[in-house]
C-alpha cells in the first residue's frame, strides 16, 4: 500500500481541491446573508430573476455534492493516514486519535472566533468513531453506509414533511385557519432569526463573538447531532473506495466510466426535476429545508460519486495541466484554504470588515466565489514550491506528532 501512496495522493489532492473550492460556492450564502438564505433566493426578501437563476445554478451542481465529495475524501485520507504510520512502523490509529483531537479544537476555535458553520469538529468528532470501523472490508463499510444514510434520510424526510406540506397547503390557498396561524408563526420566527443575524453580524468583532457564544453555545454539539449520520455514511464510502484502490488505479477506466456516466447523469436529472418543480414556486422555505436535509441526499451522493469518477478518469491529463496543478495545489492545503476562505468572507461581510453583509443576492454573491477560488488557486502553488505544507497543515502535524515538522522546502 505504501508504495502506491504518492499516485493516491496526488488524485486525493486534486479532488480534494475541487471540492474545497465547490465548499465555497455554497457556504458563500451563510456570510453573505442571514441563513434562512441558504435555503432560498428569495429570503429574508425577494430577489431577482438572476438570484433565482443563480441559485438554481448552485443547487444543480454544487449544493451537497461537494459537502459529500469533500466527506468522502476525509474518510479516505483518514484511512490513508494510519496506513501510512502502520507501514512505517508505528500506530496509526493511536496517531490519527490524537490528530483528530487537535482537529476538534481547531473546529471549536473556527466556531467561537469567526463562523457558525464550522465542519471540522463534526469531522472530528466522525473520524473517531470511524476508527472502530477502519479494518473492515470495503463491503461491510458500503453496506454500513448505505444502511446508515437511508435510515438517517428516512428520519430527515419524517421530521420536515408535516411542515413542507402544510406549507404547500398555504400556498395554495387550501390550509385550514390552524394551519395558516401555525405556518405564519414558523414564518415569524424565522424572519426575527434573521434580523437577530443580520444585527450580530454587523456589530464589532467581540460584541459578534460574545453574542455567539451566548445564545448558541452549544452549535458545533447541534450540528454534530443533527449531520453525523450523513457524514458518517460519506465517510465510510471514502475509506471503502481507498481501499478499493479507486484512487490509485485499482479500477478500471470502464468501471470508472460505468460510474462516472451512469451515477452522475442519474443524480443530475433527480436534482434537475426538483430544481424545476421549486424554481417555479420561488423556492418555498420548509420546502427546501425537507430538501436540503433529506429527500436531495442520494442525488447528491450519485453526483459526487459521479464527479469523483470523472476527475480519477481526468486526473492524469489534468496533473499536466496549469489548472489542474493549481487545483491539487489548492487540494494539498484545504485545511488552510477552508479557514483561509471564512477569514476573507468574513472580512468582506462582517461588521469588523467592510460589512457587506444583506448587501448581496445569490448572483452578485458569485463574484465574491470568483475571489475566494482566484486566492485559493493563486496562493496555494507558490507557497507550496516554498514550504512543505500550508501553514494550518504544519501546525496541526506538529502538534499531534508533539515536534516542530519540518516546514521550509
Known amino acids: 500500500m505504501e508504495e502506491a501512496a504518492p499516485s493516491r495522493i496526488r488524485t486525493l489532492d486534486l479532488i480534494r481541491g475541487v471540492a ?3 465548499i465555497l460556492a455554497v457556504n458563500v450564502a451563510s456570510f453573505a446573508a442571514p441563513t ?22 448552485t443547487l444543480l451542481f454544487f449544493e451537497g455534492k461537494m459537502r459529500a465529495l469533500f466527506s468522502m475524501l476525509f474518510g479516505a485520507s483518514l484511512l490513508l493516514y494510519i496506513d501510512r504510520k502502520e507501514a512505517a512502523g508505528g500506530d496509526g490509529a493511536g496517531m490519527q486519535l490524537r490528530r483528530l483531537v487537535w482537529l476538534a479544537l481547531f473546529g471549536l476555535l473556527h466556531f467561537a472566533l469567526f463562523w457558525d458553520g464550522d465542519i471540522l469538529f463534526m469531522y472530528a468528532c466522525v473520524g473517531l468513531g470511524s476508527l472502530a470501523l ?34 404547500a397547503r398555504v400556498m395554495a390557498g387550501t390550509a385550514s385557519p390552524k394551519e395558516r396561524w401555525d405556518h405564519a408563526m414558523v414564518v415569524a420566527e424565522n424572519r426575527r432569526e434573521d434580523d437577530a443575524d443580520r444585527k450580530a453580524t454587523l456589530s464589532s468583532y467581540t460584541t459578534e ?7 448558541h453555545p452549544d452549535y458545533p454539539l447541534a450540528m454534530l447531532a443533527h449531520n ?60 427546501m429545508h425537507l430538501a436540503l436535509r433529506s429527500i436531495l441526499g442520494f442525488p447528491h451522493l450519485l453526483m459526487a460519486l459521479g464527479y469523483a469518477a470523472c476527475l480519477v478518469l481526468l486526473a492524469s491529463r489534468l496533473q499536466l ?32 470588515g467592510l460589512g457587506l453583509f444583506g448587501q448581496y443576492g445569490a448572483a452578485g454573491q458569485w463574484q465574491f466565489v470568483l475571489l475566494g477560488w482566484a486566492l485559493m488557486l493563486g496562493w496555494s502553488k507558490p507557497w507550496l514550491a516554498r514550504f512543505r505544507q500550508g501553514p494550518l497543515e504544519w501546525l496541526w502535524r506538529s502538534l499531534t506528532e508533539w515536534r516542530r515538522a519540518r516546514f521550509i522546502r
Not at 36 to 57: E, I, K, M, R, V
Request: hydrophobic share 50%; glycine share 10%.
Open 20 to 22: 474545497v473550492l465547490g
Open 36 to 57: 434562512s438564505a441558504t435555503y432560498s433566493p428569495n429570503l429574508p426578501s425577494p430577489g431577482s430573476a438572476a438570484d433565482n437563476w443563480a441559485y438554481a445554478f
Open 134 to 167: 477502519y479494518r473492515a472490508p470495503p463491503a461491510a463499510m458500503v453496506v454500513l453506509a448505505l444502511g446508515t444514510f437511508t435510515l438517517w434520510q428516512a428520519w430527515g424526510a419524517a421530521s420536515w414533511a408535516t411542515s413542507a406540506e402544510r406549507e
Open 209 to 215: 463573538i460574545e453574542t455567539r457564544l451566548r445564545k
Open 228 to 287: 453525523w449520520g450523513e457524514t458518517l455514511s460519506y465517510v465510510l464510502i471514502g475509506m471503502a473506495l481507498l481501499k478499493s484502490g479507486f484512487f490509485a488505479g485499482g479500477w478500471s477506466r470502464r468501471r470508472l466510466r460505468l460510474l462516472a456516466f451512469g451515477a452522475l447523469p442519474l443524480g443530475l436529472a433527480l436534482t434537475a426535476m426538483f430544481t424545476a418543480y421549486v424554481h417555479a414556486r420561488g423556492y418555498p422555505e420548509l420546502m
Open 321 to 352: 495541466s496549469a489548472f489542474g496543478q493549481r487545483c491539487e495545489a489548492a487540494g494539498r492545503m484545504a485545511f488552510s484554504n477552508y479557514i483561509g476562505s471564512t477569514v476573507v468572507m468574513c472580512a468582506l461581510f462582517y461588521g469588523w
